[in-house]
């Protein structure tokens, strides 16, 4: 079985170990490559999504900066793809190309896993970025009636994210651009989410918010960025004494999602890091 990652760069990636180790535990031969697809390279993203119409590959993931500009190319959107109008995730139906998206549910998942169930439900929070990923930490965000504050470069980008979710910044929401992000902004949020690249492979001194910036005690800080580990932000944020967690646990939720897409087989959470862990011989991201 044929599987792998389409997105640019790929070199960070730790997509390959986590479906090696599920191939081997659900006892099937397959592999999962990684393709990378340069911004704008659409020719090149046609001819591997001819790949899979003719089964030549059996599923792929696909990651920034394409989550979004694949959608034109595929016959049909299903479940998180149609709510967030992102791809995570590609496989054929009924001889169809179909894009679905499992960061929202993986990422919902691992946050109750890191901070509690409750932290999700009628909470205030801070997402940086309004990409791919964004919109699925929104989603989830919005179903959970969170008053969320919105930290983009452009702000146009930010009101059509918003557009798609029939929601405007008076339904609380409220949209800011990097440079307005001060003290008081930090102060007023329970949960501060990095949905952008900032701090990830090669650039890992990164960060969405400035050092300056103090956070507490009482706040959960995620960032998405799994590679490092840590990153600068999860290292500020225990350092000041915050509860943090990176996007390793929502990488390897959304991806277990995906091989049960792709094979119908569910590889349950605890049984796969205690595999990740035994064959990386190391501790966990």
């Known amino acids: 079985m044929r599987t792998g990652l389409i997105g640019w760069p790929l070199g960070?990636?730790?997509?390959?170990?986590?479906?090696?180790?599920?191939?081997?535990?659900?006892?099937?031969?397959?592999?999962y490559d990684l393709y990378p697809i340069a911004p704008n390279s659409m020719s090149d993203l046609e001819k591997i999504l001819i790949q899979v119409r003719s089964q030549e590959i059996q599923g792929l993931n696909v990651t920034i900066p394409l989550k979004i500009s694949i959608i034109p190319l595929l016959d049909d959107l299903e479940g998180g793809a149609d709510r967030y109008q992102a791809v995570n995730t590609v496989f054929l139906k009924d001889h169809k190309l179909i894009g679905t998206n499992t960061d929202g549910p993986g990422f919902k998942r691992d946050m109750e896993v890191c901070f509690g169930t409750e932290v999700l439900r009628g909470k205030t929070a801070l997402v940086f970025g309004a990409g791919g990923s964004a919109k699925a930490v929104l989603a989830e965000l919005i179903e959970n009636g969170m008053f969320v504050t919105i930290v983009v470069r452009n702000r146009e980008r930010a009101l059509n994210l918003l557009s798609r979710f029939n929601i405007?910044?008076?339904?609380?929401f409220v949209i800011i651009e990097n440079g307005q992000i001060n003290q008081r902004t930090i102060d007023g949020v329970d949960l501060i989410i990095n949905a952008t690249p900032l701090g990830m492979v090669p650039d890992i001194d990164g960060m969405p918010i400035s050092e300056n910036l103090i956070l507490n005690h009482n706040q959960c800080i995620y960032d998405l960025v799994y590679n490092p580990t840590p990153t600068q932000l999860t290292k500020k944020a225990l350092r000041e004494g915050a509860k943090a967690c990176n996007g390793f646990g929502m990488l390897v939720e959304q991806a277990l999602l995906a091989f049960e897409i792709w094979t119908g087989i569910s590889i349950p959470r605890d049984e796969f890091f205690k595999h990740y862990q035994l064959a990386n011989g190391e501790k966990l991201p």
């Open 168 to 172: 405007s910044e008076k339904d609380n």
């Open 12 to 31: 960070h990636s730790l997509s390959p170990q986590i479906h090696k180790i599920a191939f081997e535990m659900a006892g099937i031969s397959g592999n």
